[in-house]
């Protein structure tokens, strides 16, 4: 009877998790985002090598590890929140007054859970005072004697086979909401967690960022920009944009939107698509008419598009 009550509320809270959370694309890029990639130092033999898409990147928090971790989000020695594995449960737990993004603990006519289940945010999801989907709730998750916590990987017995589990966090990357303190002032940050394994608990903590303005809320995922062109790397359309290229909004350079081996009918053809893009990038103020004419008279003087 447990199991399938959980069961029930776990397919209706996986279908609330897919809606409502999606991108809020009308924020303005900001730049008082302080981004941080969680490393670890390799002492110890990966325990079960990832399969493709996933990677060993971040900071693996697995109970056979021994291993926690705690993290000073914004590095004034106030820790602000820890991981940890038990066997049962990958965790999230916070210092002070830190709060996360949940649900609400479950409650049964004989009390209520102590944990709660994360959610399984996506890039762009605002965080911010008021959570991004009705059924959230802001929850501290403080570690007194036992953990008080949130879980990312509840290990909910979905029945035969024994020990088969099921939660949001199986085979996923996302990311977490939290609300924590700088100098008595509320800031918003976004943790990203990737869990790879079907069944079995622990993920890696990946990297996070925070908002350094008190009381703003922050996207998921905004403030990491992988090729460093200025645009995050879920607005970005042109991914490992090369140092120094100037792009548009959408991180793409002239080189990227016009790439010398595209599908080019004939020379002709690509010099145009060059001329249009840089007019273009004049009119928005990126680059100027000299480089403008130069990058066109480059594109003309190519063998780009030319039938070989
Ligand atoms: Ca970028
Ligand atoms: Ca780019």
Redesign the pocket.
Known sequence: MFARLLKARLVLLLALATQGLGPALSFAQQTNIVYHQVSYTNAHPCPICLPPPWDDSGYPIFSSWGGGLVLDLDGDGQLDVGFADDDMSFYIFGFGSTRVLTYPPVCYPYGCEINSSLPVLGAGTTIGPTPPDPNLIWRETLYIIQPYTGTYNSCIDIGYPEQACSGFWQGVEGYTGVEFYISNEVHYAWIHVGVPFIGLQGGYVREYAYETRPNTPILAGAGK?????????F??QC?D?PAGAV?DTN?CSIAQLCPCNGPWKNHGEYVKAVESVAARFVQEGRITEQQRAAIVKQAANSDCGKVR
């Open positions: 920009d992988s090729d460093h062109d200025g645009v995050w790397d607005f970005d991914p944009t792009v991180g």
